[in-house]
């Protein structure tokens, strides 16, 4: 089963603010997010890591080390002008996508850097996709800080996904515990394993929910 997502990101960033997207065209899951004004960039540099997006889209004035970011992640950058981040057009086609009538409806404020960059991914995905994308049609909007923030090195050497000199799967953390039956289960599994829940109320609802599924195998 393919338990690897193929995510496109779009950072919009400024000197005030910064906004990431990101979409896995296949599967229709697309995220977004304000990156909090502290240490701005090792957060979305963490980000970028943790997704392993395969292309990164940012606005050509971004003031961002792109080659810091490009060396963490190798992705391909796709430098983006500034038609893609006027407001009114991010968020008509946002509004179009998720089928709402306000920004409110999906989460996301008017003006936000998250909605700048998502609406560039959309329009984005509308120029170069050739299928219909009817099928991205719930927006996840989070939070920074609801999940523990793991940078590369952290990833690499706990080897949660993947062991450290051979990059298998098999040998790591992902690798003993992955026993899910569908390529949906085995990606969350692996989201979940390099987004740690940082929440005790959720660490327990999670526990509660695991085990409400071990105790009853009909629901299996």
């Excluded at 896995?24 to 304000?34: L, M, Q, R």
């Excluded at 999906?106 to 009817?134: D, R, V």
Aim: some cysteine.
């Amino acid at each position: 089963k393919e338990t690897e997502n193929n995510y496109i990101a779009s950072v919009y960033s400024t000197d005030e603010k910064t906004g990431l997207a990101y979409c896995d065209v296949s599967t229709g899951e697309i995220y977004a997010a304000n990156i909090p004004d502290t240490d701005s960039f090792e957060t979305l540099l963490n980000e970028l890591v943790k997704i392993s997006a395969s292309e990164i889209l940012i606005n050509e004035d971004a003031p961002v080390d792109v080659e810091e970011i490009r060396l963490n992640t190798n992705a391909y950058f796709n430098s983006m002008g500034h038609d893609y981040y006027v407001q009114r057009a991010t968020e008509d086609v946002i509004l179009r996508q998720f089928k709402v009538k306000a920004m409110l409806g999906t989460g996301l404020e008017e003006g936000s850097a998250a909605a700048s960059a998502l609406g560039a991914l959309l329009m984005y995905l509308h120029e170069t996709q050739k299928n219909s994308l009817e099928h991205i049609s719930w927006l996840q909007v989070y939070e920074m800080g609801t999940h523990m923030a793991l940078d590369k090195s952290t990833i690499k050497n706990l080897e949660l996904t993947e062991t450290l000199f051979e990059k298998k799967v098999q040998g790591s953390l992902l690798g003993v515990l992955d026993k899910t039956s569908t390529a949906m289960g085995g990606r969350k599994l692996k989201q979940w394993l390099k987004e740690p829940l940082n929440n005790v109320a959720e660490i327990n609802d999670r526990l509660d929910a695991v085990e409400a599924l071990t105790d009853d195998y009909l629901i299996c």
